[in-house]
């Protein structure tokens, strides 16, 4: 079949379980240091305290901060402002396909409740017939999915999501409370999990796509 669930267990997590080290290290310097981002991974490269390859770039921090993945709000960012403010110009018509993800309630912000996930698209870099994974993150326990869908559409990622709901029946409301995702083309039609579920889908910001 095409579509194939994966759990974090066989091996292949998202760059974000994979770091979670790193993350966990920079939210413990932010809150307890005053750092920046910058400041963070600039301090762990410099002093050995990580290699490399286990850390991800500021760019890729601000984005998790966006998806609600870090214990960091955007409020707390007053460099957040005046970074890559030509490209934000140029992006920041783009529109909100959905909820706003400033709407989620501060009890899916706490990881308090079960039920409340990450939802992101991996893509293969090597060749045009690599796997295009849909990827989803529980915010409370980190429980992680990956499907193999055919590619990048939204009737691609919409086929993925009737699929699971089907697999998970009567318990799909207890289980997907709300997903938040980027507001990239391929998630256009997520939204209307709205109208067949109690599921509430949240859109990051358009500049963070």
């Known amino acids: 079949s095409t579509y194939e669930?994966?759990?974090?267990?066989?091996?292949?997590?998202?760059?974000?379980?994979?770091?979670?080290?790193?993350?966990?290290?920079?939210?413990?310097?932010?809150?307890?240091?005053?750092?920046?981002?910058?400041?963070?991974?600039g301090y762990a490269l410099d002093k050995g305290i990580f290699q490399k390859d286990q850390v991800v770039s500021t760019k890729t921090l601000y984005n998790y901060v966006d998806l609600g993945l870090m214990d960091i709000k955007n409020g707390d960012l007053p460099e957040k402002v005046k970074r890559n403010t030509k490209t934000r110009r140029a992006r920041v018509n783009k529109r909100i396909l959905g909820r706003s993800i400033d709407e989620r309630s501060?009890?899916?912000?706490?990881?308090?409740?079960?039920?409340?996930?990450?939802?992101?698209?991996?893509?293969?870099h090597k060749t045009k017939d690599d796997d295009v994974l849909l990827t989803l993150c529980e915010r409370k326990t980190r429980q992680f999915f990956m499907i193999k869908i055919e590619d990048k559409t939204s009737a691609s990622v919409m086929k993925a999501f009737d699929?699971?709901?089907?697999?998970?029946?009567?318990?799909?409301?207890?289980?997907f409370k709300s997903i938040t995702t980027d507001n990239g083309s391929e998630?256009?039609?997520?939204?209307?999990?709205?109208?067949?579920?109690?599921t509430l889908v949240y859109y990051a910001h358009p500049y963070t796509s």
């Open 5 to 41: 669930l994966h759990r974090s267990e066989c091996g292949r997590k998202s760059l974000f379980l994979r770091r979670h080290k790193f993350i966990d290290y920079v939210s413990h310097c932010f809150h307890n240091q005053g750092w920046s981002l910058d400041a963070c991974v």
């Open 106 to 124: 501060p009890r899916i912000e706490s990881r308090k409740d079960f039920g409340h996930w990450e939802c992101d698209l991996v893509l293969g």
């Open 163 to 175: 699929k699971l709901r089907e697999y998970y029946g009567s318990k799909w409301n207890q289980i």
């Open 187 to 198: 998630f256009a039609d997520l939204s209307d999990l709205e109208q067949v579920s109690k």
